[in-house]
């Protein structure tokens, strides 16, 4: 749901940049003039209209990383927030994982925790505050 300064995270696997992108992007759907929820939202059955697009930041590395200061440096408040992932979920990434999916002003508490699918893996890793 809308949380005004926390950020949620999922780390996982994905193919390529492009697959990111298509995974998490917004379609647009030109006859009702209005965007749809993306495969990602669907698949963690987040609702559209509980979030800003603007505030969806995805990173994909061609390789796997080992430690999340990896996968998610340079990200935003990332001087604020990899501490605080890193108390939930450790330092050391679990094996395969080359790619992050953060939603800011906003603190996921849905029910899937984890989507396989043949092209990726996503898992959801939790919520922190970024201020």
């Not at 759907?29 to 209209?49: A, Q, T, V, W, Y």
Request: proline content about 3%.
């Amino acid at each position: 749901m809308e949380r005004e300064n926390y950020v949620s995270l999922w780390i996982g696997s994905i193919q390529t940049v492009d697959t990111l992108n298509k995974y998490v992007e917004l379609p647009y759907d030109e006859e009702e003039g209005d965007f749809l929820p993306s495969p990602f939202l669907r698949d963690f059955e987040i609702d559209i209209d509980d979030l800003d697009e603007d505030f969806i930041e995805k990173v994909a590395h061609d390789h796997n990383k080992e430690f999340l200061y990896q996968l998610i440096g340079g990200c935003s408040y990332e001087e604020m927030i990899l501490s605080r992932f890193e108390a939930n979920q450790g330092k050391q990434l679990p094996k395969n994982i080359n790619a992050a999916i953060l939603l800011y002003n906003f603190d996921y508490e849905g029910k899937r925790n984890e989507i396989v699918n043949k092209g990726y893996t996503f898992t959801f890793v939790g919520s922190v505050s970024y201020v």
